[in-house]
């Protein structure tokens, strides 16, 4: 039974039919990035699983904007500075991040290095409405200087949030929803409900290469080939005229008049 999309991803992707397609899009390459990374892992053999960090790390937004860059209205925009394409259909922007390698409640996701890329993303985002100690707010999205390719969004763009807990056994609870950054050590407030993302059973199955056929001899065991030779005349036997194996070198000309 297909899972209906709520109101606001409804209204943000344009539709039903959109919401549900980028949402379903969306749990698959997480899915797929989690098989990539555990694979790695596994490949590697060690004992680290730093491998599989970085592999789900840069998996995160690849296979995200792999999975949904043939969407009708896809938008693929990779902030200057930023060496990752995000995605943004309808008015939605979405950012994937692992909070956690645990099972944890997605209310305390905190995002883990407000750098400068996150501070202009989270200018699509809704203000925060916890105020400081000074009576104002500590992170203030309209206060942001954005870099060229943010600031050529479209007005009316949202932040869409997409968070998961990961580790290297499994993916634990992937979620989407938009929330402000409450301050700059990464406090998020949600705005709209994370939701849980439905995930498909398996992960896309990729192109392998066929099988290749062993057993074909090497090259310098293959049969040696067999050179036909042809007599010798009977007239060159009997004139004994010594045997020529190579073409005597023509002498060059020294100048055009030894041609004459």
Known sequence: ?????????????????????????IGQALVDMQANARSSQQEADVSSTQVHGVARYRGAFERVSEKLADLPG???VKPNGFQFDLVRIGNGLLYPFC???KDSNVRTARIQNVW????????????????????????????V???????????????VLV??????????????????????????EWVIDPEPLPLP????????????????????????PIVALAPRPDTERKLDIPLVSEVAPLE???NENNAN
């Open 1 to 25: 039974m297909e899972i209906a999309a709520s109101a606001w991803a409804r209204e943000l992707f344009n539709g039903e039919e959109t919401a549900r397609e980028v949402r379903d899009r």
């Open 74 to 76: 896809a938008q693929l």
């Open 99 to 101: 909070f956690s390698k």
């Open 116 to 143: 400068s890329v996150i501070r202009e993303l989270f200018a699509f985002a809704p203000p925060s409405e916890q105020a400081d100690l000074f009576g104002g707010y500590a992170f203030n999205p309209g206060a």
């Open 145 to 159: 200087e954005l870099r060229p390719k943010l600031a050529a969004l479209p007005k009316g763009t949202r932040l």
């Open 163 to 188: 968070p998961f807990a990961c580790n290297a056994a499994g993916l634990l609870k992937p979620y989407w929803g938009v929330a402000a950054l409450a301050d700059e050590s990464g406090t998020l």
């Open 201 to 224: 059973d398996a992960p896309t199955s990729k192109l392998t290469i066929p099988q290749q056929p062993t057993g074909h001899p090497g090259f310098d065991e293959g049969e040696q």
């Open 252 to 254: 060059p000309l020294t």
